[in-house]
């Protein structure tokens, strides 16, 4: 079978190494400096432009700052969250591709279906996500046709004033705009179904092993019927199918923990500006036209938010609830005609799966529907303080 990353994540990949986040085997010192010129040029200044423009700008009304607010928590969380790729890209290239590795490679049928589903899983999440990407950035693009009053998507500090500056100008200043949002947003796309979709491929893993655990009285009997070794031992066999579950589950937990150190930044980040993305934007539904333009634009952007977060929380929830099974495997296979020292090596395995296979967020959360739900209420509880001061601005 190909090589099972690829064929996930073939569409993250290569929008990935066209946006300067996935190193390639050559030329890697010029492609440094070209994800560095990219992540200083659109990622860096907007958040920027749009903080100074707050600070200096006067009677800013309450809807200004709120739309500032929001553009400056998803675009400043873009800083932090695509530094590591910057920093550690040989490492985290090498951590998406830790599934790649021989050790994984499957030849039973059941396998190699598990790994297709798994597969499918991935492309159909990364084709829902950047669609709902698609969607979310081309109705903010077009929002200066619905704004009154507003030449660019949104407010931020100019040097000169764009309702007297030159059509040129402004043509310049929207379409770099256009660049440095889409670019955020698309690799975005590319990175977020990846990397929430890594924790599910070891969900993947996780539920191969389970199968050998199972089933591994009726693959001892498989092998020994088709074997032509007659002094092949049936008791050495089942030590030794037991002995290649301990080594596969190890990995699982080394990926796990080489996962985390990884994908904690990006996230953490994620979550973070989140919080905050969530607030606003259900503020600014609340003062806009329901059936106005800029309503459907802030709808798109908060679904696309809100699935952004999902997906890390809905496969690290998938991924602990496989984990706490595989315990179950063992007690439905027939374990009873083991002998002494297989049963030992399954109980090590099964103490040891005991421990909550959980996947940290910047070393304060973990990723689950639990911090989804948390995040969810310290949202609401941020709405509630600002629609007090809208009323008070007001």
């Known amino acids: 079978m190909p090589e099972v990353i690829t064929q996930s994540f073939s569409l993250n990949l290569r929008g990935m190494r066209v946006f300067g986040l996935y190193p390639p085997n050559r030329y890697k010192n010029l492609y440094r400096v070209l994800t560095y010129i990219l992540y200083f040029l659109l990622i860096v200044p907007v958040p920027i432009l749009q903080c100074l423009n707050l600070y200096l700008q006067d009677d800013l009304s309450f809807m200004q700052i709120a739309d500032n607010t929001f553009l400056i928590a998803e675009l400043g969380c873009f800083i932090p969250k695509f530094w590591p790729f910057l920093n550690n890209g040989e490492r985290i290239k ?55 009053n507003h030449i660019f998507p949104t407010d931020l500090w100019l040097p000169f004033d764009p309702n007297t500056a030159p059509t040129f100008y402004n043509c310049c200043v929207y379409v770099y705009l256009v660049l440095a949002v889409g670019y955020g947003a698309y690799t975005s796309a590319a990175v977020d179904p990846l990397v929430a979709g890594l924790a599910y491929q070891a969900t993947v893993q996780i539920q191969i ?113 496989e984990n706490n099974t595989i315990n179950t495997a063992v007690y439905l296979s027939k374990w009873y005609e083991f002998d002494v020292k297989t049963k030992r090596a399954l109980i090590v395995l099964m103490e040891r799966a005991k421990r909550p296979m959980v996947i940290r967020v910047g070393k304060i959360f973990d990723m689950s529907l639990v911090t989804f739900t948390m995040i969810l209420r310290r949202s609401y509880s941020l709405l509630a303080v600002l629609e007090n001061y809208n009323l008070e601005f007001n």
């Open 94 to 148: 090498n951590c998406i591709h830790y599934f790649d590795a021989p050790v994984f490679e499957v030849e039973r049928k059941e396998h190699r279906k598990i790994l297709e589903e798994g597969v499918k899983v991935c492309r159909t999440t990364t084709k829902l996500f950047f669609t709902s990407v698609t969607a979310g950035f081309m109705s903010w693009s077009c929002r200066p046709i619905a704004w009154k």
């Open 209 to 321: 092993l389970k199968n050998n655990l199972q089933f591994l009285g009726e693959y001892v009997d498989e092998e020994m019927l088709s074997s032509n070794d007659i002094s092949l031992n049936k008791n050495h066999l089942f030590f030794e199918k037991v002995k290649q579950c301990v080594i596969h589950h190890n990995r699982i937990l080394d990926f796990v923990e080489e996962y985390g150190r990884c994908f904690s930044q990006i996230a953490f980040s994620q979550f973070a500006g989140g919080v905050v993305v969530f607030c606003v934007s259900c503020l600014q539904l609340t003062i806009v036209d329901v059936l106005s333009f800029n309503f459907l634009a802030m709808m798109m952007y908060l679904i696309a938010m809100l699935t952004e977060v999902y997906l890390y929380c809905h496969f690290g929830t998938i991924l602990f609830e």
